[in-house]
Protein backbone atom coordinates (compact mmCIF):
# COMPACT_ATOMS: atom_id res chain seq x y z
CA UNK A 1 0.00 0.00 0.00
CA UNK A 2 1.22 3.09 -0.97
CA UNK A 3 2.42 5.29 2.28
CA UNK A 4 0.27 7.99 2.90
CA UNK A 5 -2.79 6.65 0.68
CA UNK A 6 -4.97 6.82 3.88
CA UNK A 7 -4.74 10.52 4.49
CA UNK A 8 -6.87 11.64 7.09
CA UNK A 9 -8.51 8.05 7.38
CA UNK A 10 -7.47 5.21 10.08
CA UNK A 11 -5.15 2.29 8.18
CA UNK A 12 -6.44 -0.95 9.25
CA UNK A 13 -5.37 -3.99 7.69
CA UNK A 14 -3.88 -2.47 4.92
CA UNK A 15 -6.93 -0.85 3.96
CA UNK A 16 -8.42 2.92 4.48
CA UNK A 17 -10.95 3.16 6.93
CA UNK A 18 -12.99 6.26 6.39
CA UNK A 19 -14.54 7.50 9.66
CA UNK A 20 -17.62 9.99 9.79
CA UNK A 21 -15.72 12.71 11.84
CA UNK A 22 -18.18 12.38 15.44
CA UNK A 23 -16.56 8.68 15.52
CA UNK A 24 -13.33 9.76 14.96
CA UNK A 25 -13.43 12.49 17.87
CA UNK A 26 -15.16 9.93 19.98
CA UNK A 27 -12.39 8.00 19.19
CA UNK A 28 -9.93 10.01 20.26
CA UNK A 29 -11.41 10.96 23.37
CA UNK A 30 -11.64 7.14 24.19
CA UNK A 31 -8.01 7.10 23.64
CA UNK A 32 -7.39 9.89 25.82
CA UNK A 33 -9.06 8.34 28.44
CA UNK A 34 -7.29 5.05 28.35
CA UNK A 35 -4.31 6.50 28.15
CA UNK A 36 -4.74 8.79 31.34
CA UNK A 37 -6.21 5.72 33.21
CA UNK A 38 -3.01 3.62 31.78
CA UNK A 39 -0.83 6.26 33.65
CA UNK A 40 0.97 5.89 36.70
CA UNK A 41 -1.50 8.46 37.81
CA UNK A 42 -4.27 6.75 36.91
CA UNK A 43 -3.22 3.38 38.94
CA UNK A 44 -2.64 5.63 41.86
CA UNK A 45 -5.77 7.64 41.47
CA UNK A 46 -7.47 3.94 41.38
CA UNK A 47 -5.84 2.68 44.22
CA UNK A 48 -6.65 5.40 46.51
CA UNK A 49 -10.43 5.73 45.37
CA UNK A 50 -10.50 1.95 45.59
CA UNK A 51 -8.97 2.16 49.28
CA UNK A 52 -11.28 5.24 50.18
CA UNK A 53 -14.57 3.73 49.61
CA UNK A 54 -13.41 0.64 51.24
CA UNK A 55 -13.18 2.14 54.28
CA UNK A 56 -16.33 4.53 54.02
CA UNK A 57 -18.28 0.96 53.42
CA UNK A 58 -16.75 0.39 56.84
CA UNK A 59 -18.28 3.38 58.17
CA UNK A 60 -21.61 2.54 56.24
CA UNK A 61 -21.65 -0.70 57.99
CA UNK A 62 -19.51 -3.36 56.28
CA UNK A 63 -17.63 -5.05 58.90
CA UNK A 64 -14.38 -3.89 59.95
CA UNK A 65 -11.57 -4.20 57.67
CA UNK A 66 -14.24 -5.67 55.13
CA UNK A 67 -15.01 -2.74 53.35
CA UNK A 68 -14.39 -4.74 50.34
CA UNK A 69 -13.00 -8.34 50.31
CA UNK A 70 -13.15 -10.63 47.73
CA UNK A 71 -13.04 -13.84 49.26
CA UNK A 72 -14.95 -12.97 52.07
CA UNK A 73 -17.84 -11.36 50.27
CA UNK A 74 -18.25 -14.29 47.60
CA UNK A 75 -17.73 -16.75 50.62
CA UNK A 76 -20.98 -14.74 52.65
CA UNK A 77 -22.89 -15.16 48.68
CA UNK A 78 -22.29 -18.82 48.85
CA UNK A 79 -23.76 -18.86 52.42
CA UNK A 80 -27.21 -16.82 51.38
CA UNK A 81 -27.27 -19.53 48.44
CA UNK A 82 -27.45 -21.93 51.11
CA UNK A 83 -24.18 -23.80 50.17
CA UNK A 84 -22.64 -23.73 53.16
CA UNK A 85 -24.79 -23.97 56.40
CA UNK A 86 -22.16 -21.29 58.45
CA UNK A 87 -24.40 -18.92 59.98
CA UNK A 88 -23.13 -15.55 61.01
CA UNK A 89 -21.59 -15.64 57.21
CA UNK A 90 -24.94 -15.48 54.93
CA UNK A 91 -25.51 -11.98 52.89
CA UNK A 92 -25.49 -11.99 49.19
CA UNK A 93 -22.91 -9.12 48.94
CA UNK A 94 -23.93 -6.18 46.14
CA UNK A 95 -20.37 -5.80 46.34
CA UNK A 96 -19.47 -8.38 44.02
CA UNK A 97 -22.06 -7.82 41.47
CA UNK A 98 -21.24 -3.82 42.04
CA UNK A 99 -17.41 -4.94 40.83
CA UNK A 100 -18.67 -7.10 37.74
CA UNK A 101 -20.96 -4.82 36.84
CA UNK A 102 -18.78 -1.80 37.04
CA UNK A 103 -16.05 -4.10 34.73
CA UNK A 104 -18.54 -4.69 32.41
CA UNK A 105 -19.80 -1.34 32.23
CA UNK A 106 -16.59 -0.28 31.54
CA UNK A 107 -15.28 -2.55 28.79
CA UNK A 108 -18.33 -2.44 27.36
CA UNK A 109 -18.10 1.66 26.98
CA UNK A 110 -14.30 1.47 26.01
CA UNK A 111 -15.53 -1.47 23.42
CA UNK A 112 -13.19 -3.90 25.57
CA UNK A 113 -15.28 -6.69 26.06
CA UNK A 114 -14.19 -9.98 24.38
CA UNK A 115 -15.29 -13.28 24.62
CA UNK A 116 -12.63 -15.84 25.33
CA UNK A 117 -11.40 -18.49 27.49
CA UNK A 118 -10.32 -22.41 26.95
CA UNK A 119 -6.95 -21.93 28.37
CA UNK A 120 -6.94 -24.92 30.84
CA UNK A 121 -10.37 -24.16 32.73
CA UNK A 122 -10.12 -27.20 35.10
CA UNK A 123 -6.94 -26.23 36.35
CA UNK A 124 -8.03 -22.44 36.93
CA UNK A 125 -11.06 -24.03 38.97
CA UNK A 126 -8.31 -25.92 41.50
CA UNK A 127 -6.57 -22.93 41.46
CA UNK A 128 -9.79 -20.57 42.33
CA UNK A 129 -10.55 -23.29 44.96
CA UNK A 130 -7.25 -23.39 46.58
CA UNK A 131 -6.71 -19.67 46.48
CA UNK A 132 -10.52 -19.40 48.87
CA UNK A 133 -9.12 -21.65 51.00
CA UNK A 134 -5.86 -20.13 51.97
CA UNK A 135 -7.81 -16.63 52.19
CA UNK A 136 -10.55 -18.14 54.35
CA UNK A 137 -7.64 -19.57 56.36
CA UNK A 138 -5.90 -15.84 56.93
CA UNK A 139 -9.50 -14.35 56.91
CA UNK A 140 -8.99 -12.11 53.63
CA UNK A 141 -8.42 -11.90 50.13
CA UNK A 142 -5.50 -9.50 49.06
CA UNK A 143 -7.50 -6.19 49.74
CA UNK A 144 -8.45 -7.20 52.93
CA UNK A 145 -5.36 -7.85 53.86
CA UNK A 146 -4.23 -4.22 52.59
CA UNK A 147 -7.27 -2.97 54.65
CA UNK A 148 -6.55 -4.81 57.52
CA UNK A 149 -3.16 -3.56 57.53
CA UNK A 150 -4.43 -0.11 57.21
CA UNK A 151 -6.94 -0.60 60.16
CA UNK A 152 -4.15 -1.50 62.47
CA UNK A 153 -4.23 -4.79 62.56
CA UNK A 154 -0.80 -6.07 62.71
CA UNK A 155 -1.70 -9.81 61.83
CA UNK A 156 -2.36 -8.83 58.29
CA UNK A 157 1.61 -8.11 58.11
CA UNK A 158 1.99 -11.51 58.48
CA UNK A 159 -0.54 -12.52 55.56
CA UNK A 160 1.65 -9.83 53.70
CA UNK A 161 4.84 -11.79 53.77
CA UNK A 162 2.94 -15.25 53.27
CA UNK A 163 1.66 -13.46 50.28
CA UNK A 164 5.19 -12.52 48.77
CA UNK A 165 6.53 -15.79 49.50
CA UNK A 166 4.03 -17.38 47.34
CA UNK A 167 3.92 -14.85 44.98
CA UNK A 168 7.85 -15.26 44.88
CA UNK A 169 7.56 -19.27 44.39
CA UNK A 170 5.17 -18.27 41.50
CA UNK A 171 7.35 -16.49 40.16
CA UNK A 172 10.09 -19.26 39.89
CA UNK A 173 7.47 -21.34 38.50
CA UNK A 174 7.08 -18.66 35.50
CA UNK A 175 10.61 -18.38 35.21
CA UNK A 176 10.47 -21.93 34.57
CA UNK A 177 8.40 -22.09 32.01
CA UNK A 178 4.55 -22.13 33.65
CA UNK A 179 2.09 -21.38 31.30
CA UNK A 180 -1.73 -22.62 31.17
CA UNK A 181 -1.60 -21.94 27.27
CA UNK A 182 -3.29 -19.33 24.85
CA UNK A 183 -7.29 -19.08 25.41
CA UNK A 184 -9.47 -18.57 22.18
CA UNK A 185 -11.88 -15.86 21.28
CA UNK A 186 -15.21 -16.82 21.01
CA UNK A 187 -18.50 -15.02 20.60
CA UNK A 188 -19.42 -12.07 22.75
CA UNK A 189 -22.02 -14.11 24.04
CA UNK A 190 -19.76 -16.98 25.26
CA UNK A 191 -18.55 -13.93 28.08
CA UNK A 192 -21.28 -12.99 29.46
CA UNK A 193 -21.54 -15.81 32.03
CA UNK A 194 -20.30 -13.75 35.05
CA UNK A 195 -22.48 -10.17 33.79
CA UNK A 196 -25.51 -12.37 33.57
CA UNK A 197 -24.86 -13.97 37.21
CA UNK A 198 -23.84 -11.08 39.05
CA UNK A 199 -27.83 -9.32 37.64
CA UNK A 200 -29.78 -12.65 38.77
CA UNK A 201 -27.89 -12.37 42.05
CA UNK A 202 -28.72 -8.83 42.46
CA UNK A 203 -32.06 -9.93 41.00
CA UNK A 204 -32.33 -12.27 44.15
CA UNK A 205 -31.20 -9.20 46.49
CA UNK A 206 -33.42 -6.85 45.62
CA UNK A 207 -36.31 -8.20 44.37
CA UNK A 208 -36.19 -11.67 45.03
CA UNK A 209 -38.41 -14.24 47.03
CA UNK A 210 -37.31 -15.54 49.91
CA UNK A 211 -38.47 -19.06 49.36
CA UNK A 212 -39.99 -21.86 52.22
CA UNK A 213 -36.76 -23.36 52.48
CA UNK A 214 -35.05 -20.06 53.50
CA UNK A 215 -33.16 -19.07 50.46
CA UNK A 216 -31.59 -16.45 50.20
CA UNK A 217 -30.75 -16.61 53.91
CA UNK A 218 -29.02 -13.46 55.82
CA UNK A 219 -27.41 -13.25 59.02
CA UNK A 220 -28.79 -12.53 62.11
CA UNK A 221 -25.67 -12.22 63.54
CA UNK A 222 -22.14 -11.81 63.08
CA UNK A 223 -20.00 -10.13 60.29
CA UNK A 224 -22.64 -11.29 57.31
CA UNK A 225 -25.20 -9.11 59.28
CA UNK A 226 -23.06 -6.23 59.18
CA UNK A 227 -23.63 -4.18 55.98
CA UNK A 228 -23.88 -0.98 54.50
CA UNK A 229 -26.96 0.47 53.40
CA UNK A 230 -27.52 -1.72 49.52
CA UNK A 231 -27.25 0.76 47.15
CA UNK A 232 -23.92 2.54 49.02
CA UNK A 233 -22.19 -1.13 48.73
CA UNK A 234 -23.39 -1.67 45.33
CA UNK A 235 -22.90 1.81 43.74
CA UNK A 236 -19.50 2.00 45.51
CA UNK A 237 -18.27 -1.17 44.27
CA UNK A 238 -19.40 -0.47 40.67
CA UNK A 239 -17.46 2.54 40.72
CA UNK A 240 -14.41 0.28 42.51
CA UNK A 241 -15.12 -1.76 39.40
CA UNK A 242 -14.84 0.60 36.48
CA UNK A 243 -11.76 2.66 38.00
CA UNK A 244 -10.21 -1.33 38.42
CA UNK A 245 -11.29 -2.41 34.73
CA UNK A 246 -10.00 0.90 33.37
CA UNK A 247 -6.54 0.68 35.32
CA UNK A 248 -5.93 -2.61 35.25
CA UNK A 249 -5.71 -2.82 39.28
CA UNK A 250 -4.23 -5.76 40.78
CA UNK A 251 -2.81 -6.36 43.90
CA UNK A 252 -1.01 -9.61 43.22
CA UNK A 253 0.12 -8.53 39.80
CA UNK A 254 2.26 -5.35 41.55
CA UNK A 255 3.73 -7.98 44.03
CA UNK A 256 4.38 -10.45 40.69
CA UNK A 257 5.68 -7.26 38.30
CA UNK A 258 8.22 -5.96 41.14
CA UNK A 259 9.78 -9.62 41.73
CA UNK A 260 10.08 -10.63 38.03
CA UNK A 261 11.02 -7.75 36.07
CA UNK A 262 11.62 -4.74 38.44
CA UNK A 263 8.19 -2.80 37.19
CA UNK A 264 6.32 -0.59 40.19
CA UNK A 265 3.54 0.23 37.84
CA UNK A 266 0.77 -1.73 39.91
CA UNK A 267 2.24 -1.59 43.16
CA UNK A 268 2.02 1.94 43.25
CA UNK A 269 -1.82 1.45 42.83
CA UNK A 270 -1.45 -1.09 46.06
CA UNK A 271 0.69 1.38 48.23
CA UNK A 272 -2.63 3.79 46.80
CA UNK A 273 -4.50 1.42 48.05
CA UNK A 274 -3.33 1.50 51.89
CA UNK A 275 -2.24 5.22 51.91
CA UNK A 276 -5.91 6.10 50.97
CA UNK A 277 -7.54 3.50 53.35
CA UNK A 278 -5.32 4.44 56.62
CA UNK A 279 -5.91 8.09 55.56
CA UNK A 280 -9.78 7.51 55.69
CA UNK A 281 -9.48 5.00 59.13
CA UNK A 282 -7.66 7.69 60.65
CA UNK A 283 -10.28 10.46 60.06
CA UNK A 284 -13.13 8.05 60.85
CA UNK A 285 -11.22 6.71 64.00
CA UNK A 286 -11.59 3.02 62.32
CA UNK A 287 -7.65 2.69 62.91
CA UNK A 288 -6.64 0.85 66.30
CA UNK A 289 -2.83 -0.96 65.84
CA UNK A 290 -2.10 -3.93 67.63
CA UNK A 291 -2.20 -7.77 67.10
CA UNK A 292 -4.69 -9.03 69.75
CA UNK A 293 -8.17 -8.52 69.42
CA UNK A 294 -8.74 -7.51 66.00
CA UNK A 295 -11.56 -7.45 64.25
CA UNK A 296 -12.69 -10.92 62.33
CA UNK A 297 -8.69 -12.14 63.00
CA UNK A 298 -6.86 -14.47 64.49
CA UNK A 299 -3.23 -14.35 65.56
CA UNK A 300 -1.82 -18.07 65.09
CA UNK A 301 1.18 -16.28 62.93
CA UNK A 302 1.91 -19.92 60.70
CA UNK A 303 -1.35 -20.42 59.37
CA UNK A 304 -1.75 -16.59 58.73
CA UNK A 305 1.81 -16.66 56.85
CA UNK A 306 0.92 -19.99 55.14
CA UNK A 307 -2.92 -19.16 54.83
CA UNK A 308 -1.77 -16.18 52.49
CA UNK A 309 1.47 -17.93 50.71
CA UNK A 310 -0.99 -20.51 49.62
CA UNK A 311 -3.28 -17.61 47.91
CA UNK A 312 -0.25 -15.63 46.50
CA UNK A 313 1.00 -18.68 44.63
CA UNK A 314 -2.82 -19.86 43.60
CA UNK A 315 -3.14 -16.10 41.93
CA UNK A 316 -0.44 -15.83 40.54
CA UNK A 317 -0.28 -19.36 38.82
CA UNK A 318 -4.08 -17.82 37.75
CA UNK A 319 -2.82 -14.11 36.80
CA UNK A 320 -4.27 -12.26 39.20
CA UNK A 321 -4.93 -11.59 42.22
CA UNK A 322 -9.22 -12.31 43.05
CA UNK A 323 -10.29 -8.32 42.42
CA UNK A 324 -9.04 -8.44 39.26
CA UNK A 325 -10.21 -12.27 38.13
CA UNK A 326 -13.56 -10.37 38.99
CA UNK A 327 -12.79 -7.74 36.55
CA UNK A 328 -11.68 -9.91 34.25
CA UNK A 329 -14.84 -11.91 34.43
CA UNK A 330 -16.68 -8.62 33.95
CA UNK A 331 -14.81 -8.09 30.41
CA UNK A 332 -16.12 -11.60 29.23
CA UNK A 333 -13.30 -13.86 30.29
CA UNK A 334 -14.37 -17.11 30.99
CA UNK A 335 -11.40 -18.48 32.17
CA UNK A 336 -11.10 -16.04 34.97
CA UNK A 337 -14.60 -17.03 35.79
CA UNK A 338 -14.06 -20.08 35.72
CA UNK A 339 -11.61 -19.24 38.74
CA UNK A 340 -13.92 -16.90 40.27
CA UNK A 341 -16.71 -19.91 40.23
CA UNK A 342 -13.97 -21.81 41.94
CA UNK A 343 -13.75 -20.04 44.17
CA UNK A 344 -17.30 -20.32 45.44
CA UNK A 345 -17.22 -23.86 45.28
CA UNK A 346 -13.73 -23.19 47.52
CA UNK A 347 -15.62 -20.99 50.59
CA UNK A 348 -18.38 -23.47 50.36
CA UNK A 349 -16.13 -26.24 50.91
CA UNK A 350 -13.69 -24.54 53.57
CA UNK A 351 -16.74 -24.15 55.52
CA UNK A 352 -18.52 -27.27 55.19
CA UNK A 353 -15.31 -29.42 56.06
CA UNK A 354 -14.10 -27.16 59.43
CA UNK A 355 -11.35 -25.16 57.21
CA UNK A 356 -12.32 -21.91 57.43
CA UNK A 357 -10.59 -19.77 60.81
CA UNK A 358 -12.73 -17.60 63.24
CA UNK A 359 -11.48 -15.36 65.43
CA UNK A 360 -10.40 -18.32 67.61
CA UNK A 361 -7.64 -19.27 64.80
CA UNK A 362 -7.97 -22.36 61.73
CA UNK A 363 -10.52 -24.75 61.59
CA UNK A 364 -9.79 -28.10 62.93
CA UNK A 365 -8.99 -28.95 58.94
CA UNK A 366 -7.71 -25.69 58.02
CA UNK A 367 -3.99 -26.75 58.22
CA UNK A 368 -4.44 -29.93 56.30
CA UNK A 369 -6.19 -28.34 54.01
CA UNK A 370 -3.36 -25.64 53.39
CA UNK A 371 -0.30 -27.87 53.09
CA UNK A 372 -2.88 -30.36 50.44
CA UNK A 373 -3.27 -26.54 48.42
CA UNK A 374 0.18 -26.06 48.45
CA UNK A 375 1.14 -29.55 47.03
CA UNK A 376 -1.53 -29.42 44.45
CA UNK A 377 -0.11 -25.37 43.57
CA UNK A 378 3.35 -27.05 43.63
CA UNK A 379 2.18 -30.06 40.80
CA UNK A 380 0.41 -27.44 38.68
CA UNK A 381 3.34 -25.13 38.95
CA UNK A 382 5.32 -27.96 38.20
CA UNK A 383 3.64 -29.76 35.16
CA UNK A 384 1.63 -27.09 33.50
CA UNK A 385 5.01 -26.05 31.39
CA UNK A 386 5.71 -25.23 27.95
CA UNK A 387 7.80 -28.09 26.65
CA UNK A 388 11.09 -26.80 25.68
CA UNK B 1 14.62 -7.09 10.54
CA UNK B 2 10.93 -7.56 12.54
CA UNK B 3 11.03 -10.25 14.63
CA UNK B 4 6.93 -11.16 15.38
CA UNK B 5 6.19 -12.21 18.96
CA UNK B 6 2.82 -14.06 19.03
CA UNK B 7 1.36 -13.31 22.60
CA UNK B 8 -2.52 -13.58 22.02
CA UNK B 9 -4.52 -15.29 24.01
CA UNK B 10 -1.90 -15.57 27.14
CA UNK B 11 -2.79 -14.50 30.33
CA UNK B 12 -0.81 -12.12 32.40
CA UNK B 13 2.30 -11.71 32.65
CA UNK B 14 2.96 -14.15 29.21
CA UNK B 15 2.82 -11.35 27.07
CA UNK B 16 5.75 -8.87 28.72
CA UNK B 17 7.50 -12.10 29.73
CA UNK B 18 7.86 -12.91 26.06
CA UNK B 19 8.39 -9.31 25.26
CA UNK B 20 11.21 -9.34 27.40
CA UNK B 21 12.76 -12.28 25.90
CA UNK B 22 12.19 -10.81 22.90
CA UNK B 23 14.25 -7.62 23.46
CA UNK B 24 17.02 -9.86 25.59
CA UNK B 25 17.27 -11.59 21.72
CA UNK B 26 16.90 -8.46 19.95
CA UNK B 27 20.19 -7.09 18.24
CA UNK B 28 20.66 -3.16 17.22
CA UNK B 29 17.84 -1.99 14.49
CA UNK B 30 15.61 -5.13 15.16
CA UNK B 31 11.65 -4.09 15.56
CA UNK B 32 9.53 -6.52 17.71
CA UNK B 33 6.09 -7.21 16.21
CA UNK B 34 4.28 -8.14 19.35
CA UNK B 35 1.00 -9.19 19.03
CA UNK B 36 -1.11 -9.05 21.78
CA UNK B 37 -5.29 -9.63 21.65
CA UNK B 38 -6.59 -7.46 25.17
CA UNK B 39 -6.38 -4.12 26.29
CA UNK B 40 -4.44 -4.83 29.26
CA UNK B 41 -1.52 -6.91 27.02
CA UNK B 42 -1.63 -3.86 24.84
CA UNK B 43 -0.53 -1.19 27.45
CA UNK B 44 1.60 -3.45 29.16
CA UNK B 45 3.80 -4.14 26.80
CA UNK B 46 4.06 -0.66 25.93
CA UNK B 47 5.13 0.33 29.01
CA UNK B 48 7.61 -2.37 29.72
CA UNK B 49 8.85 -1.50 26.75
CA UNK B 50 9.05 2.49 27.31
CA UNK B 51 10.65 2.06 30.50
CA UNK B 52 13.55 0.10 29.29
CA UNK B 53 14.21 3.05 27.14
CA UNK B 54 12.70 1.66 23.82
CA UNK B 55 10.10 3.07 21.66
CA UNK B 56 6.89 1.50 21.29
CA UNK B 57 3.98 2.25 18.39
CA UNK B 58 0.32 0.64 18.40
CA UNK B 59 -1.86 -0.51 15.44
CA UNK B 60 -4.96 -2.20 16.00
CA UNK B 61 -4.76 -4.84 13.07
CA UNK B 62 -8.48 -7.24 12.54
CA UNK B 63 -9.56 -6.39 16.57
CA UNK B 64 -6.17 -7.20 18.15
CA UNK B 65 -3.30 -4.80 18.49
CA UNK B 66 0.58 -5.33 17.41
CA UNK B 67 2.53 -3.40 19.59
CA UNK B 68 5.58 -2.23 17.79
CA UNK B 69 8.96 -1.60 19.97
CA UNK B 70 12.59 -0.81 18.60
CA UNK B 71 15.53 0.44 20.43
CA UNK B 72 15.89 4.22 19.51
Request: glycine content about 16%.
Amino acid sequence: MVPGACEGAGEEDGRCRFRGRVALEREERVDRVTRIFASRWGILLAGAVIGGIAALLQWWGNPPNMGVCVACMERDIVGALGFHRAEPVQYLRPEIMGLVLGAFAGALFFREFRGRGGSAPAVRFVLGFFAMTGALVFLGCPWRMLLRIAGGDWNGLVGLCGIIAGIGVGTLFLRGGYTLGRSQKGPATSGLLWPVLATALLALLLVGPQLATGVPFASKQGPGSMHAPVWASLAGAALVGFLAQRSRFCTVGGIRDFLLIRDSHLLSGAAALVVAALAANLILGQFSPGFRGQPIAHSAHLWNFLGMALSGLAFVLAGGCPGRQLILAGEGDQDAGIFALGMLSGAAFAHNFGVASSPAGPGPWGPAAVLTGLAACFGIGFFMRRKA
Amino acid sequence: MSIVVDARGLSCPGPVMETVAAMARAGAGDTLEVLVDSATARDNVARTARTRGWNADIEARSGDFVVKVWKP
